[in-house]
Each structure stands twice: as C-alpha cells, then as structure tokens.
C-alpha cells in the first residue's frame, strides 16, 4: 500500500518514511506539489499527506490538480497552523483530513487507522503559539480546541443541525458564530435565542411572530425570530430548558420548516439551519421527562462538545493576550510570571467568561502597567455541575427517582422511609471503602469518617460487614 508525502522539509519526510514504513506501508516523498502531480499513477495509492506550505503551487491550491490526476484517494493536509481558517478551506477544498505540525507520531498512526482501516491510537499534543486574533475569534490550540476547530470546520461544510454541548462559558455561542460565518449561510442573519429568558407570556409571539390584533399591544403584523432567521442560522441556546409545549412547536417547524404566526391560521415557509446548545445532558432530561425525545433525536445529529478551560489550560496564555489586546488599557499590559502562574492554577469554574471578566479587571486595576496577582478578583464560588460532587448529584437524583413511586399518596405512612433507605445504602460502601482504605484497621477508619470506634463497629455490623 503506497503512500505520498508532499513537503518541502526533508526531514519532515524522512521521519513520516520511517514511520509509514514501521506501519508496513510504502513511503514516497516529493518536495513540491509539481513533482507529485508528476507522479505515475498507481493502484496501490491509498493516501496523500500533503503539506500547506509549499514552493510552487501551495497545498490547497493543487488539491483539485491531485484529485484529477490520482482521483478519489483521501489526502490529509499537515499545517503548521492550526487554525480555523486553514481547517475551513483545507475541508472546503475536499479534504479528507488534516493534521497539525509539528507532527506526533500517535495523531499520524491513529489517523491511518481510521482512514486506512487499521488499528487506532490515541491522538495528542500541539505546540502553543501565542497570537491576537479579532474579537468574536474562537481562540485555542490544545488538542481540545483542535477538536472543536475540526469539528466546526466539518459543520459549516454542511446543513445538519448541530448540537453544541458543554459549561457555562466555553464559548459555546461563539462556535455557533464560527460554524454559521464559515459555512454557506454566512451572508444572512445569524439570530441567537435564548428561549428560558424570553417573557414566557411572549416567547410564542416573539418566535413565530403574530397577527394583528392578537392581543393588547398588537397593533401590526410582525414576523418571529424564527422568521427573522430564515436563509441563515437559528441559535437555540439553552434549549435544555424550553417548556415541553414549545418543544412541540419547534419541532414542528424544523421538521416542516414553516411556522404559523400566533393568531394566524396560515403557516409560512422557512428555512433556517438549526444550531443549539445546552449545558444540561439532554438524554437525562429526555429519561426524566423533561425534554422530548423527538426533539433530542432531531438535534443530536452532530454534536461538539465545548471543552471546560480547566481542561485546555494550555490556553491560558493565549486566551490572556487575546482579551488584553481587546481593550484599550490591556494593549501595553504586562502579566507578571506570578500572576500567570495564578492564572494557570484556577479552577475557571466559569470558564472563559469568568477568565475574560479576571483579564479585563485586572488590567483596568493594573492601569495598563504590570499585572500582578492581587489585581485578579476573587475566583467564582460556583461549581460547575461536573467531577465527583456532580456525578454524586446526578446519581443520587437517579436513585431518587427509581426509588420514587409514580403514584405516590404523601399520606401513606409505609412509604415515609426514603431518607433513612438512602442513608443505609449510600452507608454501607462508605464504610467498606473506607475500611479498605485504611488497610483493615477500624480505628483508622473510624477516625477518618469523624465516628467513634463504638459506633463504627455498631454500624458495621448492622450493614452485615464484619
Ligand atoms: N475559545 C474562545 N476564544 C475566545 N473567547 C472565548 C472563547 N470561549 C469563550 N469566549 C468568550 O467567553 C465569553 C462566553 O462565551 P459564550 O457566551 O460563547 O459561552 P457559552 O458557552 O455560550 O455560555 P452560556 O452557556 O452561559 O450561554 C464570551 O465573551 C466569549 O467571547
């Protein structure tokens, strides 16, 4: 099985050689797009790894030619990017993939598993660059952020709805904005909606439009957001928490694509690409009740998940420059290596909003001058609903409601028991955990549980535990 490496850095193709070779392929490496194009054609050609940058004809511009001469073979493009511009018109050019540079020999070995159906590995690590982007720019190079920018990249390539996911603050309406201004709606509207915010006496007449005369204050026809939106994007932010009987109406129109004014008996065409975003896991509001499933069906076609900036602090720099240079006193700002080093270690439980608003006050404070760490505020209280307090939660919420009868009569005394069931069965793995934990020794446990050793052996034995 052969494959061709176009670059210009001989040792850039001496090492992906070595490595195609190790993998039991054949390597052919060329220096420019011209000499591949040169190439005989063969059968056995089953990928093109080709660089951006290249003398002559550069990457993407001979991705047709290469197309035309070697026909539907998949090519990677390698960029020393990595960013969403170069993502967006490596995909739009037809790319099967990319990879970034510098290249890790797991990302090159599990992309050819995927492509060529061999054995995966896991991916990893990109080089950070430190770079100022316009406002309204997705920032990142983590691996992470590497996802999301492939992922928005394949998107925008496409009309499916998309389905972004994650905290509070990780820029999930920004790579909304990013998927709409990349793809083929770009030149219309862009309407965010944020449905648990709207007057829930108005959320109808504010999405589907009304009538005249509907009610008090109607004194005109008006089109809703949904209408605003159509030929671009409808942003649906939140959409975890948008009453059931909406939910019925929306999915009416994304399935049928009109809308009926509230009042109006005729529904009108629409066309709108459907982006939402939910901090919430839709499957367990679907299990609960308290989100349809049709509707979760509909917009799970292809979801991205907004990485928490605890999880890229990789970033961090990056993400600093990015907000300082996006006002004026933050420009000639300077952040000490200490305030950096703070920067690094919180816990951004309000993600990039809660950094964004830590940069800009501490710049303001700072004056334009050095930042030090007593010009950051306070870090947010909040915790995000994630890690072990939030796994806890959500299985003592789905033991609750196992444990909860359907018709439940608060008056029945024999049911007045759910407290002390939850209490002995969350009890007894404690107790065993701990005891394991302290090798056996229950005076050891019993001090780390805050118990006296008399009531540890009391409890032990009533949970049947020697
Ligand atoms: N990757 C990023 N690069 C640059 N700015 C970002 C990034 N992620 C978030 N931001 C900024 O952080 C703030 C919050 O982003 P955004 O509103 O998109 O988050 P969200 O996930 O939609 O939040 P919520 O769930 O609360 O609606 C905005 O000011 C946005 O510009």
């Known amino acids: ?10 040792s850039i193709c001496w090492a992906l050689g070595e490595l195609l070779e190790e993998e039991g392929y054949t390597a052919t490496a060329v220096g420019s797009a011209e000499e591949a194009l040169e190439l005989s054609t063969t059968d056995d050609l089953r990928l093109i790894l080709l660089d951006v940058r290249l003398p002559g004809i550069d990457g993407i511009s001979a991705m047709p030619l290469l197309r035309e001469r070697f026909g539907p073979v998949p090519i990677v493009v390698m960029t020393a990017f990595g960013d969403l511009s170069t993502a967006v018109r490596a995909v739009e050019s037809g790319a099967t993939d990319y990879l970034c540079k510098p290249l890790n020999a ?29 406002e309204g720019t997705l920032v990142g190079q983590s691996p992470a952020m ?10 925008a390539a496409t009309d499916v709805p998309v389905l972004i996911t994650g ?3 990780t820029g999930k309406e920004l790579i909304a904005r990013a998927i709409h201004q990349h793809g083929s709606r770009r030149a219309q509207p862009f309407v965010p909606v944020c449905l648990p915010a709207l007057n829930p006496g108005l959320v109808e007449a504010e999405l589907f439009g009304h009538e005249r005369g509907t009610f008090t204050g109607a004194d005109a026809n008006r ?12 942003f649906l932010d939140e959409i975890g928490d948008t009453p059931l009987e909406l939910q019925v109406k929306l999915l009416r129109t994304i399935e049928y694509h009109e809308v009926t004014p509230v009042g109006g008996v005729r529904p009108r065409q629409v066309d709108f690409r459907v982006i939402a975003a939910t901090n919430q896991p839709l499957e367990r509001l679907v299990q609960q009740g308290r989100f349809r499933a049709d ?9 991205i998940e907004a990485p928490a900036l605890r999880d890229r602090r990789e970033d961090i720099p990056l993400l600093c420059d990015h907000f300082l240079a996006g006002i004026e ?12 080093e703070e920067l690094l270690k919180r816990p951004w439980n309000g993600n990039v909003r809660e950094f964004r608003n830590a940069i800009e006050h501490a710049a303001v404070l700072a004056r334009g001058g050095l930042i030090a760490a007593e010009h950051l505020p306070a870090p ?7 890690g072990d307090v939030g796994r806890l939660s959500r299985c003592i919420v789905d033991w609750t409601d196992e444990a909860f009868p359907e018709d439940i009569d608060a008056s029945d005394a024999e049911l007045a028991d759910l407290y002390s069931r939850f209490l002995s069965t969350v009890e007894k793995p404690l107790l065993e955990a701990t005891l394991e934990k302290c090798g056996g020794n229950q005076t050891a446990a019993a001090t780390i549980l805050g118990i006296h050793r008399s009531t540890l052996r009391q409890k032990l034995r009533e949970a049947g535990l020697k």
């Open 1 to 10: 099985m052969q494959i061709v490496i176009v670059d210009d850095e001989p």
């Open 380 to 386: 947010s209280e909040a915790r995000p609903d994630t």
């Open 295 to 303: 509707l979760f069906y509909r917009l799970n076609v292809f979801v």
């Open 329 to 340: 006193c933050g420009r000639s700002s300077v952040v000490s290596d200490e305030a950096m």
């Open 223 to 234: 089109i809703g957001l949904l209408e605003a939106a159509s030929g671009g994007s409808m």
């Open 106 to 134: 797991d990302d090159v070995t599990s992309l050819l598993g995927r492509l060529l159906l061999k054995e995966r590995s896991e991916p990893r690590a990109a080089t950070p660059r430190r770079s100022v982007a316009p």
């Open 167 to 169: 905290e509070s603050g």
């Open 146 to 155: 590497q996802k999301v920018f492939k992922k928005v990249a394949l998107a």
